[in-house]
């Protein structure tokens, strides 16, 4: 039998409370398998390429792009199998899909569901002057016209707005543009960061540990080798954490409901700051399963297309939902130590500060060392202290053996 | 390939990783990873970048001859005509 399966605008995170659907990848008919880019979506986390979870075949196609919708909106349908009933064909498919009161918010826990709530609560329709005409360049292009500060009477956006934009992306209307983006990504850092402090009760603990063995170690594997890989200290840093979460799991999960849920995989989100602003924080699965070799390549890969650094390279919304912890490394910005704000519904997220030289007493002899700082912030509704101060000296003692991570 | 073509890789290799950088924004005999704000990931996509474009093999030993503009106009110079 044929199962009609909901396609909906996904929630990339708690901060996240709207997105726009900027294309359609598919049409209706097309045969899509699990973790196929279906859309591109414009977010405030970037532009990201939207995954379908299910094998099937495309139904329905109900937001005509590019239009901004809540988080949970009902974008489309699939059959999970046999042909598609629907022969409609695609104009007549597309229709303009109205937000009711109760919306089917389909959301990754209830931190998020609240916040976006809230934010639904305060919002009003944004009412966009625009002809026809501009209307339809705008949608050929993908540009939201509610983003555009329109030139015309009553702030219309008139085709010279557009034109602009266009042909002169270093214009003031495309600097406005930018500027709205990266005040949207702002918004979402401040709202769910602000919620954290509020929420959860954060308590903070470093410890400084000796890296000698694993810069000798990366000496040893980076010698002679080309760029292209190159292993570089952050790598080891991430595979570390993942193999002691494993001794540790009680930081690695979900605070949901007034309980703890200990997640099953390991799934590290990595702080990633944007040369135009901002930061994201994609994901990578699994770590504890991959060598550094294959850990250093995911983040490249994730770095990448997080910059944006190479065209047609976007983030996947798997990579933005579902990590169960976060590590930032601000050691290479010059500072010693960073206590970062839990991203909820995690509970830990470690730092790294920056690698230093000390003088080191080994028996009657003063030693040239390395050093750098972990730093943890925990929640205290589910890890103590003596809990964190064993993690993190798990944590130093693995790194002290780089050959066997 | 002339030195002007040189300078024009490296100028490509370092706005792949860096896109708001312009020529006259670099002072050539400063480090890029301070000037341009550029992390050890950045560093290494832009010499795998430079790798790409110029044709020239990098080795982890050579990484210091780029820290400058014109020390990797002049590694990249010597490379070439040792090839």
Avoid at chain 1, 33 to 60: P, R
């Amino acid at each position: 039998m044929t199962k009609s399966i909901d396609i909906t605008m996904p929630s990339l995170g708690a901060d996240m409370t709207e997105g726009m659907l900027a294309e359609w990848l598919i049409k209706v008919g097309d045969k899509v398998q699990h973790g196929d880019v279906i859309a591109v979506l414009e977010t405030q986390k970037g532009a990201i390429d939207m995954e379908v979870y299910d094998d099937g075949i495309i139904s329905e196609l109900l937001v005509k792009p590019p239009k901004t919708v809540p988080v949970g909106t009902l974008l489309g349908r699939l059959n999970d199998s046999g042909l598609a009933q629907n022969t409609l064909n695609e104009t007549e498919q597309i229709i303009e899909y109205k937000i009711s009161d109760d919306l089917d918010v389909r959301l990754v826990d209830q931190t998020s569901v609240n916040h976006i709530k809230t934010v639904i609560n305060k919002k009003s329709d944004v009412i966009v002057n625009a002809s026809p005409v501009v209307r339809k360049i705008a949608s050929e292009q993908s540009l939201d016209l509610s983003m555009i500060k329109g030139s015309g009477f009553n702030n219309a956006v008139v085709l010279r707005d557009i034109e602009l934009l266009i042909k002169e992306p270093n214009s003031k209307q495309a600097s406005y543009l930018k500027d709205i983006k990266l005040a949207k990504m702002r918004s979402a850092i401040a709202s769910i960061m602000s919620q954290s402090n509020k929420d959860i009760p954060h308590f903070y603990m470093s410890l400084e540990v000796s890296i000698d063995n694993a810069q000798r170690w990366l000496e040893q594997t980076n010698h002679d080798m080309a760029p292209q890989a190159h292993i570089i200290l952050i790598a080891l840093l991430l595979k570390a954490v993942a193999i002691t979460l494993k001794t540790y799991p009680e930081l690695n999960g979900f605070y949901l409901n007034d309980r703890f849920e200990q997640a099953k995989d390991i799934n590290i989100a990595n702080v990633i700051s944007l040369r135009t602003g901002g930061v994201v924080v994609p994901l990578i699965a699994n770590i504890d399963q991959l060598t550094v070799f294959e850990t250093m390549k995911a983040l490249r890969d994730i770095t990448i297309r997080s910059r944006s650094v190479k065209s047609g390279g976007r983030l996947r919304n798997s990579e933005l939902s579902g990590a169960t912890i976060t590590i930032t490394n601000m050691g290479e910005r010059g500072a010693d130590c960073v206590f970062g704000i839990i991203h909820p519904p995690q509970v830990a997220i470690i730092g790294f500060g920056k690698v230093k030289k000390i003088a080191q007493v080994c028996g009657d002899k003063i030693n040239i060392g390395e050093q750098l700082t972990i730093c943890l912030s925990a929640d205290h509704r589910v890890i103590d202290g003596i809990l964190a101060a064993k993690f993190l000296n798990r944590l130093a003692k693995i790194l002290q053996k780089p050959e066997q991570l | 390939m002339i030195l002007n073509e040189i300078e024009r890789h490296i100028i490509k290799a370092l706005q792949e990783v860096a896109p708001e950088i312009e020529q006259d924004d670099i002072d050539c005999d400063e480090d890029f990873r301070e000037e341009c704000d550029l992390d050890s990931m950045d560093f290494i996509n832009y010499l795998e970048a430079l790798q790409r474009l110029t044709g020239i093999k990098i080795r982890e030993g050579d990484y210091a001859n780029f820290y400058t503009f014109n020390n990797a106009k002049a590694f990249i110079w010597s490379k070439l005509k040792a090839m």
